[in-house]
């Protein structure tokens, strides 16, 4: 990857000045280093937002800013993360999300693949998207608009955007094969859904694991086709949070999307977890 996309592509703050300059539409943000900055950030993106690492691993806390004491809490943890010392509160945008594979070659973008992703708290994603007509073709464009700004010329990314009544903006740029994605494009041409495995408001319940049950119930259910947990007896199931931490999966396909889904988040019911 060449040095320029990986910078955009591994600092948030310089691929958002990126996207702006090409008129991308994206959610309001501003850049954070100090305490009377993070103020003035807030003021000009609003409540509720998020406020990130600008440079950080995937995976870094997101912390959820809904006041000045949110700022002043969270503040150190987020600048921490970041080598720079850098952070980015970001608006939290409502709306139909969207998740979408494209693939690069020799400068050449195609959309492989366009989901549904699961509203907050839920994680997951449902395909093929429910949009179609003049919508699925302004996503489709948008994601090709957004792989060339960041200058991929070869290989994969994954593109996530909301739509709303203001319109589509793009949430995120990441590089990457699209695992998830690909799970479910591989179940055509039958629609599929994975939501995945988390704590309270979703199937697993908060603690420490002291039993974890077999598979065999939710593999059994109509439309189930795969399932994993990803814990180990010990571990620590942490409560839900805005990127929280997932633990496995329920993979579910069905006539139409609505129907995996259903099938999926059923079959997520049946995983056996106990914790202390």
Known sequence: METATAH?????IALRRRLAELGIAQPAFAAVRTLH???????????PSSLVAADSAPGAARFVVESVGDLERHLHAAL??????????????????????ARTDSGQIRVAALCDTLPYPSIGLVWPTRLFGDELAQAENLVVRAVRAVGLAQGTAVIDLVVSDEGLRVLEISAGDGETIGKLTGQAPQPAAIPYLTAEPGPLPTGRVRQIGSLEKVLAFPGVVEADIGLAVGDTIEP???NGATHGYVLAVGDTNLEALDRAEAGSRLVDVEVW
């Open 8 to 12: 955009l592509l591994g600092h948030r």
């Open 37 to 47: 900055e993070g103020r003035v950030a807030l003021e000009s993106v609003g409540v």
């Open 80 to 101: 921490a993360e970041s080598p720079a010392h850098e952070a980015i509160l970001e608006q939290i945008s409502t709306g139909r999300g969207l998740s979408a594979l």
């Open 240 to 242: 839900m949070r805005l």
